[in-house]
């Protein structure tokens, strides 16, 4: 494997400023921060991204940017914040070890996120219903297996 910068801030061998740390994981500031505050969230364990974390550690990243969230908001007299995932170099993940940033936001401050020309359209139902099938169909069932189509 290649080395990943986020272990190596883990395991305390490269630098950060840390906002929070526990047996599990780590906050720390964005090196390249888009607003003052952006923090990013991982886990201390190595996972690329999203489709290879257990929901288990993808859900503790968002309890503590629930926790981290009122504090950031009073030490940066932000308005808003910004909870931001990228999966996969498409969705311009750069640093391959889950993270979450929390990005402190407010008015004026410059970030904002494109979206593709026509948005919004409103997609009918039977699209919506077609692509729900599909997914579900891709669940898991609840006994490891793979479960059929709904």
Same mark, same amino acid.
């Given at each position: ?5 986020f272990?190596?801030i ?6 950060a400023?840390?906002?929070?740390e ?12 888009v607003?003052?505050g ?20 993808a859900?503790? /990243?968002? #309890?503590?940017a !629930? @926790?981290?969230a009122?504090?950031?908001? *009073?030490a940066? &007299? ?20 889950i ?10 401050d410059g ?7 026509g948005?919004?359209r ?5 699209? /919506?219903? #077609?692509i729900? !099938? @599909? ?5 898991? *069932?609840?006994d &490891? ?6």
């Amino acid at each position: 494997m290649e080395r990943c910068i986020f272990c190596e801030i883990a395991a305390g061998r490269a630098p950060a400023s840390v906002v929070y740390e526990d047996d599990e994981a780590l906050a720390f500031m964005d090196i390249h921060p888009v607003t003052p505050g952006h923090t990013l969230i991982i886990p201390k364990r190595h996972y690329r991204n999203i489709f290879g974390c257990p929901p288990d550690v993808a859900a503790r /990243l968002m #309890e503590l940017a !629930a @926790k981290l969230a009122n504090p950031m908001r *009073a030490a940066t &007299g932000c308005e808003g914040m910004n909870l931001f995932m990228a999966a996969e170099a498409v969705a311009l993940q750069d640093v391959w070890h889950i993270h979450l940033h929390l990005i402190p936001r407010t008015a004026g401050d410059g970030f904002g996120l494109r979206t593709p020309e026509g948005y919004p359209r409103r997609a009918p139902y039977e699209e /919506l219903d #077609e692509i729900a !099938a @599909k997914i579900r169909s891709c669940l898991p *069932a609840p006994d &490891g297996g793979q479960k059929g189509a709904s």
